[in-house]
Structure formats: C-alpha cells, structure tokens
C-alpha cells in the first residue's frame, strides 16, 4: 500500500488552558517518505505524533495507519498496534533505567514473547554500539543512549518510525550521526516522521515539510533536490578598494 | 525558619495521602504501646492496695473438723502472727439457685470487720438470721443472683433456704471464678448446714510485714508440728493468691508488650519508607530549594516536620485512646478478682508515651532527611530522577529464567530496584504475617485447653453431686440408663507430699480414668493404687523424677506413692502443684469421702439432651445434669485483643505495600509512560504493578510464617510453664500446613490487591503528558 | 568582502602573484564571489602605491608579478584583523523592505506573500544544506563553513517571516493590527 498513514480532518481539543489542541488537520503520508513536521512549541506538531502512534484519541476525525482505522481499536488493540507497527524516538531518549543497553533494545520483542536476542545484537551493531551493550544506560553517553533507544524502535520492524525532537539533547556531533543513522534507514525503506524545530535538520533530511500553527496545517511542502553549484546558492560580494 | 515552615506546611497540603498514611500508622502503633505500658505500669498496684486495705490474710489454713478449737485460738502466737482471724467454722454447701446448683464454703462469721481478711460490705447488710447469708460480689455478677433472693440449701437433707443479705468484696478469694467461692452465715448458722463429717475450721493469719514463701512455709510446719497429725487439711498464703490473680494479666501484658513492639518496628518501617519516597520524589524541588538559599538542615526541617505534624496529631488520638482502651481490661482483671475498680492511669506515662512516639518517629524521618540535606543542588536539578540501582539483575534473569512473561519478569525487577525500600516493605510485611500466625495459633491454643481440660469429646455428659446423694445411689441411677457406656467418679482431695508446705490439690478417678484424655509427656497414666501422675511444676518443686517413690500423707495416715508420668494439666494453678491417682489408693482411709462429679460416657449415637433431661429429672435437688460442650474461655478475652492486634498491624502492613507501590509507580512515571508507549497494554501493566507487590508480599510472607510458629511455640511454652507445665509436642501445631500456606497465599493476594489502585493509575498514565512534561 | 585585505591576508602566508591570489580565493569560496582576476592586478597595484605590498623580485610581466608585505601592510592586516565588525548591519535583501511594505498596506495578499517567502526560503536552505553536504564530502572546509554561515543566516530570515506571521495574524489566525 502507498497510503501508510491518513488523517481525515482530526480535531483535537484539550480542557481550557493546555495548549496542542488541533483543528480539522488531514493529511496523508506515503510509505518510504522521509517527512518533517515542524512549527513553534504549542503548536500541535506533538500531539499530531501521539494522534499517529495511537498514544492519543482525536476529538474528532478519523486516524488510520497501514490501513487500520485507530479509532476502532480498544486500549489493548492500540497498545498491540504501537508495538508492532510504530517505532518511538524521543527527545530524552527514554531508557528504562534499571534494564542494561541490550534489555532495553529487547523490550518492544519480549512485550510480544518473542525471543530475537540475535537481531537485537545486530541492531546494535549496526548502530555502532554493540560494546556497550551490557551497560547502564546512567553510565552512556547521550549519543549512545540515543542510538540504543533507535535500535530499540526498530527491533519490530516497525511500519513507521517516529522521531521527536531526536537531537534537542545531542550535542551536535551525536546529533549529526543520528540524523544520519535515519537518513540510512530512510533509504532502505523506512517511513520516517520526524518532528523537529530546526529548519536546517528539516530540510537536510527530509524532502517534505509540513509546518503545523495553531493546531491547522499552513504549509506542506515537497523541495526539490536539484545538484546546485555553490554559487548558484550564494553571493559574496566585494568591495573593491577606492582609487 | 517561616519559610521552612511554609514549606513544609504546603507540601502537607499537597501530599495528603501520604499525610493519612503516617497519620494512621503512627495511631495504631502509639495506641497499642500507650496501653501497654499503662497495663505494665498498673498491673501491681490494685492488688497491694485492696489487699493492705483490707488486711487480707498472709496465710489461711484449714483444720480437721475434730480439732479443738481452744488450741487453735492458740495458734496465732506460735507462728508469730500480728493478726489473726477466727477459729471460724466452716463446711462446703452445695445450694441451687434459678435451676443451677452451685457449690460453695461457707463459713460462720458474725461481722465482717476484724483484724484479718476484712470483708467490704458493696450491697445490703451482713446477716443477722440464721437464714441469712452473705455472698461475694464476683459471685453476684456471675450467677446473677441479688440482694434479698434466696438459695436453696441440698447439700443437707432438709434443704434450708436462705436470703441473701448482701455482697461482699473478699481479698483473700482464690479465683473469682464459680467453683472457688465462699459465703457468710451467722456462727449459729453453721451447725444446720453441716453435712455429717462435713465440717472444719478455718484460721487468718497477718503477719507484721509480708512474710516470705520460706517464711510461710515454715509457719505451716510449726503449726502441722504443734497439733495432733492430720488436723491441717489445707493452706493457701497471698503470694499464691497474688500469682494467681496475675497469671492472666502477665500472660495478656507479655503478649501486648511483643505486639506493641511490633507495631512500633512496623511504624519505624513505614514511616522511614515513607520519607525515602518522598524525599526521592522531591529531588528537583530539593535541588530548588538548595538554589535559592536554604541550608542542608533547613531541608531536612522541611521534611520531618512534614512527617511530625501527622504523627503528632496521630499521638493526639492515639495515647488518649490507648489510656481508654486499657481501662476495661484493667477492669476486668480487677473484676475478676472481686476487686474493686479505680480508674487509673498516669499523666506522666502518657506524656513519656508522647515523648517516646515522637522520637521515635523523627528518628526514622531524620535520616532520609539529612540525607535529602546533603545532596548538591547542581547533581540534583541535573538528574531529575535519582538514579537507580541495579540490584533486581540477578532477580530478573531468574525470573526471566524461569519463563515468566516480560511485564512479570519487569514487575519483579521493579520491586527490588530500590534495595531499601523492598527491605522495609518486606519487614512490613512480614510482621504483618507473622503477627496473624501468632494471633491465629495462640487462640486456636487456648480455644484447645479448655476442651481438653473439660475433657470435650471422651466425655459426654458432666454430673456435679450434692453430698446429700451417695455415690451408690448416684451410680445405681446411671447404670439404670441404658445409654451409660462408662462412667468416672472424681473426688477433690488434699494431701501432703514431702518438700511442699502446703498440702497438693489431688484429684482422685475411679473407674477408667485414663479415657479421659490428659496427656501424658513422660511416663505413663497410672494403672491402680498407689500410682500417681503429677504436672512438672510439683516435680521440679518436691525435686522428684518419674520411677520416684515418696512417702504421702493424707488425713494424718501415710501413703506410699510412685510417681510414675508428667501430666499436662492447668488445675494445678500456677506452679502447678496437683496429683492425680486412683480412688483405690486410699479408699481405705476415706469412707467418708463421696464424689463430688462423675463423668459419663454414652453409647455412640445416644441422645445427649434426652440423657441429661432424664436423669436431672431423677434427682433435680442433688444432682447438677450438664452436657459436656465446651463453653467460652476465660482467656477468650486475650484471644480477642490479641486478633484486633493482628489485624491492626496487618493492616499496617497492608498500609506499607500500597504505599511503596504508590511511590513507585510516581516516581516510575516516566517510565511507565514510556512502556506504554512502546505498546505495553494496560493488562499488561497492572500485572507488571501486581507482579511486584506479590514478590514483596512473597518474600516477607516466606519468611514471617515459621518465624511466626516459632513465636508462637514460644508463648505456648510461656503459658504453658505459667500452669507449671512444659508443652507437650503434639499441643504445638496450631495451624496446619495448608492453613500456612493459606495464610501466606491470602498475605500475597491481600497485596496484589492492594496493587490495584496504583496499577490502575499506571495504566492511566497520560503518556502525551508525562513524556512531553520535561 | 573587502578585496583589499582578503589579499593582504593571503600575502600574509606567502608571497603570492596575482593569478595565485585569485586560485587561493576560488578554493576559499569556491565560486561563490564576484571577483574577477583584473580586479585582483587593480588592487596589487593600488597596494603598491600606499606601501602596502612590494614586489619581489624583478618586474616582470603582471600576470608573473610577485608580491609581498610590507610592515606597513602587515600592521594594516593585523589591524584590522583585531577589530571587531561593527557599523551597521547590512541588510542587502529586498524582502525586508517588501514585506514591511506589504504589512502595512491594507490590501495585498501578506499571508500569501509570507508563505511563499517562505517556501523559497526552505529551497534555499535545503539547496544550501546539500552544497554544504557536497563540500564537506570533497574536503572543502573553508567552503563547507561559508555555507554553514549562509545557513544560519537564511534560518534567521525565515524566524523573522514567522515571526511576523504570528504577530501579525495572531493565535487564532485572525487578523490583529
């Protein structure tokens, strides 16, 4: 299917005074996209991911992911969808504290029985963290900590992955590889939503923008990719000295 | 300081469940000690004072009906005695009264002043007729009999009828129970109500200052020494009558005071689990505060006052409410002696009980706080949450080991990730189980002594003879029942045995006396003359063992006795001086001797109803029919406080597991939103919640159920060795296996239960929220 | 950028003639200037003059014309490099003045105009941002870093479009004054 996540004017209100509230958004994204979604704090981009991942109900609207209507789906049915089907990246990582780098990867599989210690190992690998796999997540460093929970969103195969804010609590080298860890997983097949501030990491990565105020969609923009020269996109202008 | 206590008072606000936790754990435990203490400190003085008051008598001997008096009257110098009371005559009388027939002494005395043994007048007047008499006032209370009804006299053929003039308080009553109780007639009066050999003397003796056991029982050997052999038929002296009358508030104090002690360690726990949490939870704020100026000790004000304003006011109610509940089991005690009653307690032991609590319950608050004080604030605002520790892995992998499912396997790990925390739970729990075993089998203890001694189940129908009837005629008439399996007389005795001063209750079986069920620890049941079993506490005290042969007296002849079991029997009082043997060792000697109960057997499917109406139809004036079912306990009082105790540490317990899950699951906030996230269903999360108040309640529960039989053993033994026994093994199981076990899967359950609301909340758990919250 | 010290500057490493200043500049810039090489002879020469630079060597032909500092140009260089850039910010875009024009105008499509700014706006970030990635994979770092800072630059311009769309047009995309 090409239609991996649609939105039919979802409406979500919050009580009086918490902000994140969304009106009347549809939106449609096709699997393999590599999407950003940016917009000021308080502007719904958040809830727009929890909405996706089934964390959250609309008001009013209609969600569906890989086909399955979200709003039929009982609190164990959705718990079940975001296991199988959704990979969470957040911005401060979110490692249970008291389980090692390699038991934190195998969580998402053992909340399904499933045994796949080989594949979480190979994640970590990939990911260029298999030393460490026996540590505590207190004793890695922020980048480390981020790439096992990435290892940890991709151990079901998930049909999307979903990033917040990735990089808000990388410094920028970790940062960088993180985002080009997605980058890598974007071109092998993987839909990617990532939601983001930074306007520079949103059209490094993703080649869709959707900007999100006050709870509407204002903007959904597909760049282009052209190879420019460097000066096709800047002037340097200089000043010839008086005669 | 006004800001550390704004702080604190605005946390209180704030955490108000937290705020009803101590409150109650602190209540229970400061009420509990509070009555304790007010028993322990209590316990001595209401019978030093009435017994001063009323001079009671330090020795009370009884003499041989044929004794002269003229020589009695004597007597009193020849042991030294300041004070003496009587020669009074005296005879036991059996009388009936509404249907029930009682068995008394009665003893003529014409006033009930004197020197000795002063009698307190608490309603009516003493006789003045020779139909009058005067009754104690615990037997007033028991019989409900009043002032001016009358008694029908059967111990004597013509059945004198006598009113009751009025009700007196004696001190130097034994047991307040009905089978020990004396009344007042008119010396005149005597002569009509003495059965034919019936009749004794009885002396008061009062000494200048409290004589001593060896000094009693010197006296007693002078006075056996100065008269004719066999005149002295019994003695009693205060000390056994003190013991007595404490036997059973030492039994309830020893067991209070264990229970207090308890529930005190449990508050500790709680109380100390409960600030850790807190203090936990507040690490941000802690980190704030430091920032903005305040000291590491005005942090940990903050904190203990926090706990001090609930536990205070819990100690508002609770020593109050301590001091009251103790009131009635004072009472009680001093009722039961026919004492009278003073209210009392002692301000300055309340107020040493409120000092003591308060401590008690800062100490555990102060060092979670200090160490809440000390933290750097920059480390604290920077790790929002403190970092755990990794003690569950090795509990997780065998969990996971063992196949349980992850969000089980994660519970488990979740309960031991604190080490501390799953510690004090864990003891919480563990009193909590221990106290129920102990509760649980001490009252199936007691609920099984008053059976036995009764002899429930080998006995069927109980038969009290008035000595008007003779046993031949009393047995003629049973024999004449068809359903009449077996039947055994018992007659109550004294004799002298060499190395005890006063002569040993004995009570004498003919007939198949070892059907009746007494156990036996060593030794055997005796099989004809001159065959005795005793309780240990009279072979320790006369120094004999089992095989022993010594020289007995009765009644001034001597009886040759081998010794030849130990018996568990309670009759013996405390010390436990008692014999049993057959009639026919001194049958010979006692013609005049008549049963005074008999214990029948029916032939299996008989009508027991049927029975008892026939044959107290054939002799309503002498013979007392009763069914053999055990009754209420005396000690039913103890097995109640002691079950409220339980529960109430039980509760505690209960109290610290949700409390611990609650912190938990807070602090796991996060956590929890993230599993959520990653697809743990609610199910799945309540189990996770569930799976770790289980192992808590399973680690403390395995370990508190054989600490607690233990215990129990323990106090078994105490009141066994109060009746001057030592248990015998088959007495100590209380609760069978899977009674145990029962209890240990109910503690385990009881939790998971408790589980439920933080778990429901887990799974509640707003992930948008909490993730987004940072 | 100010020819005059960009070639003292490089004079500053070595002697250079003329051709060489404007290869040393390609490589720097990598296209993105607008100068071409007479200019650079212009500016050697007007060096010359204020004693600035020397030539080394004998004179030859000016394409061939090796130059070097002189003290006095090196202390001109060091000068300049020590000061800060100060002055006023040089605003050289016509959308400043566009789009202050259009929100004052009553009529005039303003959202429409800031979301079409926009749009241009992340293009041109997204075409920067793959200029950016190309130089670093070629080894370019000089290059690499002049894009960062266009970058960056862009990213403020498109703060201010949002800016100005949400004060103009308010939480509830009502219009506001």
Redesign the interface.
């Known amino acids: 299917m090409s239609q991996l996540v649609v939105l039919k004017d979802v409406t979500k209100v919050y009580q009086a005074g918490i902000t994140g509230a969304l009106s009347g958004v549809s939106l449609t994204i096709e699997n393999g996209e590599f999407t950003a979604i940016m917009g ?1 704090s308080g502007s719904g981009k958040s809830t727009l991911l929890n909405l996706i991942a089934g964390v959250d109900r609309p008001t009013s609207g209609s969600v569906a992911v890989g086909g399955a209507d979200l709003g039929t789906l009982g609190e164990t049915a959705l718990a079940r969808f975001r296991r199988d089907h959704i990979g969470f990246v957040f911005q401060f990582f979110y490692l249970l504290p008291n389980l090692t780098a390699l038991e934190n990867v195998l969580i998402p599989a053992q909340l399904k029985g499933k045994v796949v210690a080989g594949r979480a190992e190979a994640l970590l690998d990939e990911l260029g963290i298999a030393d460490v796999s026996d540590r505590y997540p207190a004793r890695l460093s922020g980048g480390q900590q981020q790439r096992v929970a990435m290892a940890r969103a991709l151990i079901n195969r998930p049909t999307l992955l979903l990033a917040d804010e990735p990089t808000g609590a990388l410094d920028t080298h970790s940062g960088d590889q993180v985002l080009e860890l997605l980058r890598e997983l974007n071109r092998d097949g993987q839909t990617i939503l990532l939601v983001t501030h930074d ?2 990491i949103a ?2 990565y993703a ?1 869709r ?1 959707i ?1 999100v ?2 709870g ?1 969609i ?2 959904d ?1 597909r ?19 008086s ?1 | 300081m006004s800001a550390v206590i704004v702080k604190a008072m605005s946390d209180l606000r704030r955490r108000r469940l937290q705020v009803v936790v101590i409150f109650v754990t602190t209540l229970l435990a400061v009420a509990t000690g509070t009555m304790a203490l007010t028993l322990l400190s209590q316990t001595n003085d209401p019978f030093q004072i009435a017994f001063a008051a009323q001079r009671g008598a330090h020795l009370r001997v009884t003499f041989d009906g044929r004794t002269d008096p003229g020589t009695l009257a004597g007597t009193p110098s020849l042991v030294g005695a300041a004070a003496f009371g009587g020669p009074y005559r005296a005879t036991p009388i059996q009388f009936q009264y509404r249907g029930h027939k009682y068995a008394a002494a009665a003893v003529g005395r014409d006033e009930p002043g004197g020197e000795v043994g002063q009698l307190v007048l608490v309603a009516g007047r003493w006789p003045v007729g020779d139909d009058e008499i005067a009754v104690t006032r615990s037997f007033a209370d028991l019989s409900h009999v009043s002032v001016g009804e009358t008694l029908k006299v059967v111990s004597v053929a013509d059945a004198p009828v006598l009113t009751v003039a009025g009700e007196v308080i004696d001190i130097d009553q034994v047991r307040a129970d009905i089978s020990a109780q004396r009344a007042w007639v008119r010396t005149s009066a005597i002569d009509r109500l003495t059965a034919t050999g019936g009749g004794y003397y009885l002396m008061n003796y009062r000494f200048a200052s409290d004589p001593t056991s060896a000094q009693l029982s010197t006296a007693v050997e002078t006075l056996r020494a100065a008269l004719p052999p066999g005149s002295i038929t019994g003695s009693i002296n205060y000390l056994l009558v003190r013991s007595i009358f404490n036997v059973v508030n030492q039994v309830l104090i020893g067991i209070l005071v264990a229970f207090s002690i308890f529930a005190l360690v449990a508050t500790v726990a709680i109380v100390a689990n409960l600030v850790t949490g807190i203090v936990i939870s507040a690490y941000r704020e802690i980190g704030i505060m430091k920032a903005i100026g305040f000291t590491p000790l005005q942090v940990a004000l903050v904190f203990v006052l926090q706990i001090l304003v609930p536990a205070a006011a819990a100690c508002l109610f609770g020593i109050p409410g301590g001091t009251i509940l103790s009131q009635p089991l004072l009472a009680s005690s001093s009722d039961a002696l026919g004492l009278p009653y003073h209210a009392t307690f002692s301000v300055l032991l309340d107020l040493v009980a409120l000092g003591g609590a308060l401590l008690i319950v800062t100490l555990a608050a102060l060092l979670p706080a200090l160490r809440a004080g000390r933290l750097k604030p920059a480390v604290v605002i920077a790790n929002a949450a403190a970092p755990r520790g990794r003690s569950g892995r090795w509990i997780r992998r065998l969990a996971s080991g063992l196949g349980l499912p992850r969000p089980l396997v994660l519970g488990v790990g979740d309960a031991v990730a604190r080490p501390l925390r799953a510690t004090l739970t864990a003891v919480a729990v563990f009193l909590g189980v221990a106290t129920i075993v102990i509760a649980l089998g001490e009252t199936r203890h007691f609920a099984d002594i008053y059976p036995y001694e009764a002899h429930v189940g080998p006995v069927d129908v109980v038969v009290s003879k008035s000595a008007v009837l003779t046993d031949p005629e009393a047995m003629r008439l049973f024999e004449a029942q068809p359903e009449t399996e077996r039947v055994v007389a018992e007659t109550i005795t004294n004799i002298v045995v060499p190395g005890i001063a006063d002569p040993i209750p004995s009570v004498m079986y003919r007939g198949d006396s070892a059907a009746l069920g007494y156990l036996v620890t060593t030794g055997r049941w005796f099989n004809g003359p001159g065959e005795v079993v005793a309780p240990k506490g009279l072979l320790r005290d006369a120094h004999l063992q089992v095989g022993d042969t010594f020289i007995a007296s009765f009644r001034g002849t001597t009886v040759p006795l081998r010794l030849v079991g130990v018996v568990y029997d309670f009759a013996g009082g405390p010390g436990g001086h008692e014999l049993m043997l057959d009639s026919s060792t001194v049958v010979p000697a006692l013609a005049d001797l008549s049963p005074s109960t008999y214990f029948v057997t029916l032939k299996a499917g008989s009508n027991v109803a049927l029975y008892v109406d026939r044959v107290a139809a054939a002799q309503p004036d002498q013979l007392e029919v009763q069914a053999n079912t055990s009754g209420p306990t005396q000690l039913g009082m103890v097995s109640a406080v002691l079950l409220a105790i339980a529960a109430v540490i039980a509760l505690m317990a209960v109290g610290g597991v949700f409390n611990t899950l609650l912190l938990n699951a807070r602090e796991g906030a996060r956590d929890i939103a993230t599993l959520k996230a990653l697809g743990m269903s609610p199910r799945q999360l309540i189990a996770m919640v569930a799976t770790s108040a289980a192992f808590l309640a399973l680690v403390g529960g395995v370990l508190a159920v054989p600490a607690g039989v233990q215990l129990d053993h323990v106090l078994l033994d105490l009141v066994s060795a109060f009746g001057g026994n030592d248990t015998p093994p088959s007495f100590y199981a209380a609760l069978a296996s899977w009674e145990l076990i029962a209890i240990l899967l109910a503690g385990v359950a009881v939790a998971m239960l408790a589980a439920l609301i933080p778990g429901r909340w887990a799974a509640r758990t707003n992930v948008v929220e909490v993730l987004r919250a940072e | ?4 010290y ?1 070639v003292l500057g490089l004079l500053k490493e070595e002697p250079l003639h003329g051709y060489e200043v404007k290869n040393r500049f390609e490589g720097m ?7 071409n090489v007479g ?1 650079i002879y ?2 050697l020469q ?2 010359e003059r204020d004693g600035l630079v020397r030539p080394v060597g004998a004179r030859g032909d000016r394409g061939k014309q090796t130059y070097e500092l002189s003290p006095e140009g090196r202390k001109a260089l060091d000068q300049w490099l020590g000061e800060p850039e100060s002055g006023p910010q040089q605003l ?1 875009e016509d959308i400043y003045v566009k789009l202050l024009l259009a929100a004052r105008i009553a009529n005039g499509d303003l959202r429409g105009m800031l ?1 079409r700014q ?2 241009s ?11 950016e ?1 190309r ?1 670093r994979r070629d080894g370019r770092v000089d ?1 690499a870093r ?2 960062r800072g ?3 630059h862009t ?1 403020a311009d ?1 703060k201010w479009i ?1 800016e100005l ?2 004060e103009r047009f308010g ?3 009502k219009e506001t004054k």
Do not use: C, H
């Open positions: 000021p306007a520079k059209t490094r080649a923008i900007s105020v006050d509407k204002v903007d923009a760049l282009e990719s052209p190879d420019r020269a460097a000066s096709e996109v800047i002037r340097v202008r200089v000043a010839e000295m005669s | 950028m100010s020819l005059k960009g810039l990598g296209g993105t200037w607008e100068v200019q212009t500016t007007r060096l050289r979301a926009k749009r706006y992340l293009q041109r970030l997204r075409d920067l941002n793959r200029v990635e130089a290059l002049l894009v266009a970058l960056l990213e498109l949002d769309a949400s939480t509830e995309g």
